[in-house]
């Protein structure tokens, strides 16, 4: 069974930086594509980055310039590098992968971050 446990959130001052992790229980390369997601209060999940198998990147507008996400297979664990962090940022984050060949979706349990103006 897969497991994702999140870490690296946290509060921080708008401008400054915050790494997320991502580790998985087994390797990643039973996932086609791992991503983060965010969700604040009141409003819906929305996706904040993708990174496939093959290492292609997918980055939402809102975030382009400033997150990047990378994995690191020896480690079994994805990470989003946030600069610049922005108050608007502030959201519970979370990690999710889909197998390969089940397309099954597995999410972390999420972890928050917190940018104070």
């Known amino acids: 069974q897969v497991q994702l446990v999140e870490s690296g959130g946290g509060l921080v001052q708008a401008g400054r930086s915050l790494t997320l992790s991502c580790a998985a229980s087994?390797?990643?390369?039973?996932?086609?594509?791992m991503g983060w997601y965010r969700q604040a209060p009141g409003k819906q999940r929305e996706l904040v980055a993708t990174?496939?198998?093959?290492?292609?990147?997918n980055y939402a507008e809102s975030v382009k310039g400033r997150f990047t996400i990378s994995r690191d297979n020896a480690k079994n664990t994805v990470y989003l590098q946030m600069n610049t962090l922005k108050p608007e940022d502030t959201a519970h984050y979370y990690c999710?992968?889909?197998?390969?060949?089940?397309?099954?979706?597995?999410w972390g349990q999420g972890i928050l971050v917190t940018v104070s103006s």
């Open positions: 999710k992968v889909t197998l390969r060949y089940s397309y099954q979706e597995v």
């Open positions: 087994v390797s990643i390369g039973r996932f086609n594509v």
């Open positions: 990174i496939t198998s093959s290492a292609n990147t």
